[in-house]
């Protein structure tokens, strides 16, 4: 390589996520791996690719998400092979192959890879977190899926999210609305959007989940899926919908909602963010998926979960301009060695096994470069030790936030630094 090299990039719809940026990451997934503990949920961790036939049998081969964005490949041994493009079918699959007692409730933290147009709000890899409840109909799981999302939402500092709730019922209602929709678009096929005035019958539903006005259009002087539930799926409903609304949380009954997988069944959602455009306003989505482990080779049994986009709910919380405190992460100390003795080596170490988060210049700087690496840092106090300190054995510190100490730098003896900056964080 020589210096006409074009340097390598990230490639096209990925992204590097570097410090300071990072930072909200890690709060977003300590948050939600705390709520998720709360609620039961242990964590996850399975394979990046799977065989292909997971996705395809799960997912549907009519989705868009596997006959046209899927990541599919070769491996060595002529084995095909997908990246994950969402969590759900690979957690059923586990559960499916190791068949833990129920009810079984795992969270996750997880690339996602899908080969869509980029731009804002839409990746080519982007990461969700999320969670898998399998083992029961119950809909006192669905409000507890639905729940820990609303939390997780409010905990992270978002206030203009909408739930939007739907129910898709079970193989046999949802058949027979099938039936009644594709006859109702045979009639009027001509007039969808240019995408499904061909393609509609392999999928009718997907014509529901069309946002063109065209099909729109079509769609709202159809049958909708609520009206014809049987009664055991509308009960299922209203018990989740009462539920939650025991909780304070308002869900918007959306019959539209069909959301892009065909493993649905029964109750499905969407959390909607009014800070963003609406083609990307998805900040998170889930339902119940009651045929899918079956459909994996499994026994029969029930599930529900949900995942969020960490990308858009980033955008949503930049959008509806929330703080960043909650999730910032800036050292506690600065120290600035100005002697070259080693004597920051040993203060440094105490500091982070006392708690505190330390940082340091390297290269020998002058004083002053060192003063500015401390501000630049965000820290909250410089601890100085230069000659003077050193032959007296003692810091001084240095306020770098309200300029408190500015006039009168206190020297604190060495011995007792540790606990002297423990006390004043703690005071703030
Ligand atoms: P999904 O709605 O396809 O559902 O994705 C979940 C969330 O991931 C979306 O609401 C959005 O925030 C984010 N997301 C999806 N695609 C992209 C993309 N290309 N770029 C950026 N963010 C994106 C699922 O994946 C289901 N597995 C959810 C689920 C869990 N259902 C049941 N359990």
Request: charged content about 25%; overall charge negative.
């Amino acid at each position: 390589m020589n210096e006409s090299t074009p340097p390598f990039r990230a490639p096209v719809g990925t992204h590097d996520v570097l410090a300071p940026a990072s930072a909200q990451w890690e709060g977003v997934v300590a948050t939600f791996a705390s709520l998720a503990h709360r609620y039961g949920f242990g964590l996850i961790i399975t394979p990046m690719f799977e065989d292909v036939g997971v996705f395809n049998r799960g997912i549907g081969e009519s989705s868009d998400v596997v006959s046209k964005e899927m990541y599919v490949f070769s491996d060595r041994g002529q084995r095909t092979f997908a990246l994950r493009p969402e969590g759900t079918a690979s957690v059923v699959r586990a559960f499916v192959q190791h068949r833990p007692p129920t009810p079984w409730k795992a969270w996750y933290v997880t690339p996602a890879f899908r080969y869509e147009r980029p731009q804002a709000g839409r990746y080519r890899q982007h990461h969700q977190l999320g969670v898998e409840a399998l083992g029961s109909e119950d809909p006192e799981l669905d409000i507890e899926v639905i729940a820990l999302a609303w939390r997780f939402f409010e905990a992270v500092g978002l206030r203009r999210v909408r739930l939007l709730i739907n129910s898709m019922g079970h193989d046999e209602c949802r058949g027979r609305y099938v039936e009644l929709l594709a006859a109702h678009l045979a009639l009027h096929g001509a007039q969808l959007c240019d995408e499904h005035r061909r393609g509609w019958s392999t999928n009718p539903l997907r014509v529901l989940d069309c946002k063109r006005p065209a099909c729109v259009a079509v769609t709202e002087a159809g049958p909708m899926l609520p009206d014809h539930l049987c009664e055991d799926c509308r009960n299922h409903f209203a018990r989740v919908v009462a539920g939650l609304e025991s909780i304070g949380i308002e869900a918007t009954l959306t019959p539209r909602l069909v959301r892009g997988f065909d493993y649905y069944t029964r109750t499905t959602f969407e959390f909607v963010a009014d800070a963003l455009a609406s083609a990307q306003n998805a900040v998170g989505g889930g339902g119940r998926y009651d045929r899918l482990a079956e459909q994996l080779g499994g026994p029969p049994t029930g599930g529900i979960g949900f995942g969020c986009g960490i990308e858009r709910l980033l955008l949503v919380r930049d959008a509806e301009g929330v703080s960043d405190e909650l999730l910032k992460r800036t050292p506690d100390v600065f120290v600035v060695d100005t002697t070259g003795s080693g004597d920051s080596t040993v203060l440094l170490d105490e500091l982070r096994r006392g708690g505190v988060a330390a940082q340091r210049a390297y290269g020998g700087r002058s004083m002053k470069a060192q003063m500015r690496a401390a501000d630049h840092s965000g820290a909250r106090f410089a601890l100085l030790i230069g000659p003077t300190e050193q032959a007296a054995g003692q810091v001084t510190m240095r306020d770098l936030r309200s300029g408190e100490f500015a006039q009168a730098q206190p020297t604190v003896e060495r011995g007792d630094v540790v606990a002297v900056v423990r006390d004043l964080l703690t005071e703030k």
